[in-house]
């Protein structure tokens, strides 16, 4: 065995009716906290009004920031950050999917160095590497999406107005304190939101399973997340309230955070080059990695045999008497017949792009995502790039 | 899904060489450290040496202390936590077994109230509960055996001399906050302690699969475990040398600590009924369960047919076309046959209990270890512990 490193430093809570947990959250957090939401979704739902409520129950005095938009924007965060400072909050609140969670880990982070824009630290930034920063403001992430899994990693996902970008970073400071998963809050989410999530899900897994990085630790928490995607995605789909579908997607969510977000592990260059699609045009997270996730499959599946053959029979595509190097092939048509059951085998232009922005997109890719591309199996440079691209489009 | 929370706090570094870490280990510890280990074994081998070496190569000054007992009693620890206070320790580091490990928490808490005597924080102490004491001392761990699984879990167990007692205790602050193990170490293992260390785990993770407070976190790692020690620990038994299977129950430990040590999660009846053993005998410690687990699982198995029925999977005896029922009805068979298999198919007798010893050990499974007596799937009363202690005979 390779030698590897893991710790779960998060305190997640989860279940049905957990969101009472915030009462709780106090000590040791500070008693003003910052709470960022998607008004559209979460006033509407009543969810930003328990959580503030509950907050208050507890003793936290609570300023909402109920304009966190779905692919939250650099200019968005500096002005949260300035009104976190300004309000002297002792720590942040992400209450919603992905992007609140995330608005609050950066807005956690900007506000620890005194302000300013979060654009100094994005990739290309002058302080890209995070290093010698001071250590965010502490965190806590409500999600109310089976979708980022961002509740258990320390990155975040903010879009660069200026470059067109999507990157992602973060560093062990911006890992949420506590996490809330409370399946409950997601029972009213919409058929479509519930399917590009959860495709995002079942993409960190997949590909944390396929990185270079994988470990035991991580291993043990992809596997089980595939498995509870591909058998209660469906479900949840169709029956949204059903609390137990919902529930095991929820924990699949958390899982794949796990294993996307512990030690070095990490996602690959599916995620690479769906975020710089995203950064293009503002098309849905999970969409992204739909898109694409085919063409990597096919570029990659022989760079390990055991592991792909894996993928495949995870994905429930096995059939008797195949070989592992037979499943291990299989494994790009085994994501697309998973995709097509989903109702979501979509081409880029689907989403919005044409040739002409591939080139703009490879370039961001090895800017902005690097770290990912470079924990695939294969070793991708720029041709592989614009050729998955071309393929996918 | 019910609820559940976790985390893993400690950051655990995992593989072949890693003792190494030892020397990053200062940023966050101190300066100083007490070095707790066996001299028997630790000196010996030259790894208390090199232990002590990489922590000086770190910047840390080192207070060596050799003399701890196989099963640590409560005047060593009063003893090791004045000398750590006398010489202005910073934090502790246990390298070794349960032994070390858990003396390395006992002090690094009895020196963070002032010094004093152990006996009091023990079951039947006047601050037994541990309410409003003082955090411990930082502790690392470096666990030499695939063991107890203690570098992961919060408990350590001293054997109080007053009382013939092994209670075990600990809360969130005796979590080591750096774990390390490193299966080299573990190579020069004789057979016997390989096998009773190794059943050890295996009793770990199957009791953390069938407590009443297991969870899809602690499931995760404790069904990987079972597989993992049925496995590898006949090879490790019969090779000590082979590092592939050394690793593998290595990992098999630390799963079966995080199945144990997380959230609310614990061993069940087993574990009460054999610390008991403990307590009166000086008998190792994996063996006591040898001796009392097929008992237990005879009068518990049909509270889960489910889970007892994977529990026999995970043992390898599940038959083709047999029933879930019938399964779980074989599972203190099955255990049988797996401490057959590995040569420890141990009475109480054959561990220098006799029947006159019954009544004060039933009293001490309750006095000390009713908190695992307690996460049985079915309540268990006092004719219940005496009646299996009596066919364990």
Chains 1, 2 share one sequence.
Request: neutral net charge.
């Amino acid at each position: 065995m390779k030698a590897f490193d893991f710790s779960v430093p998060t305190r997640v809570f989860f279940g049905s009716g957990e969101l009472k947990r915030l009462k709780e959250i106090s000590p040791g957090m500070g008693k003003k906290a910052m709470l960022l939401a998607a008004k559209q979704t979460m006033k509407q739902t009543g969810i930003l009004d328990r959580a503030a409520d509950l907050l208050r129950q507890g003793g936290v005095e609570v300023v909402v920031s109920d304009d966190v938009d779905p692919n939250p924007k650099d200019v968005d965060i500096d002005r949260q950050a300035a009104a976190f400072l300004k309000q002297k909050c002792d720590f942040t609140v992400g209450l919603g999917g992905g992007s609140s969670m995330d608005s609050a880990k950066a807005v956690a982070f900007l506000a620890a160095q005194g302000g300013g824009t979060i654009l100094d630290y994005l990739a290309g930034g002058p302080r890209a590497s995070l290093q010698d920063t001071t250590p965010a403001f502490p965190i806590v992430c409500v999600t109310t999406t089976a979708g980022t899994g961002s509740e258990t990693t320390p990155w975040w996902v903010i879009t660069n107005t200026k470059h067109h970008e999507k990157p992602g970073t973060g560093n062990d400071s911006t890992m949420a304190r506590v996490a809330i998963v409370d399946p409950e809050l997601m029972v009213s989410l919409p058929r479509e939101v519930t399917r590009n999530t959860g495709i995002d899900v079942l993409f960190h897994a997949m590909e944390a399973f396929i990185a270079n990085v994988a470990t035991p630790f991580t291993d043990l928490f992809s596997r089980e997340a595939i498995r509870l995607v591909v058998e209660n995605l469906g479900t949840a789909m169709d029956n949204g309230k059903d609390l137990e579908a919902r529930s095991r997607l929820a924990w699949a969510n958390t899982m794949a955070g796990i294993a996307i977000g512990e030690g070095k592990s990490s996602t690959v260059g599916i995620h690479a080059l769906g975020h710089s699609i995203g950064g293009q045009t503002d098309a849905p997270h999970g969409l992204t990695m739909a898109a694409v996730g085919p063409a990597y499959m096919e570029k990659t599946w022989d760079a390990d045999i055991t592991r792909y053959a894996e993928v495949t029979r995870l994905l429930g595509q096995a059939k008797p008497g195949m070989s592992a190097e037979e499943l291990a092939r299989r494994s790009p048509e085994a994501l697309i017949s998973t995709l097509q059951r989903f109702g979501c085998r979509v081409s880029m232009r689907d989403l919005g792009v044409n040739e002409s922005m591939i080139e703009a997109m490879t370039d961001s890719a090895f800017k902005t995502m690097s770290g990912c591309l470079n924990c695939s199996l294969k070793s991708l440079d720029r041709a592989d790039v614009v050729a998955m691209y071309r393929k996918s489009l």
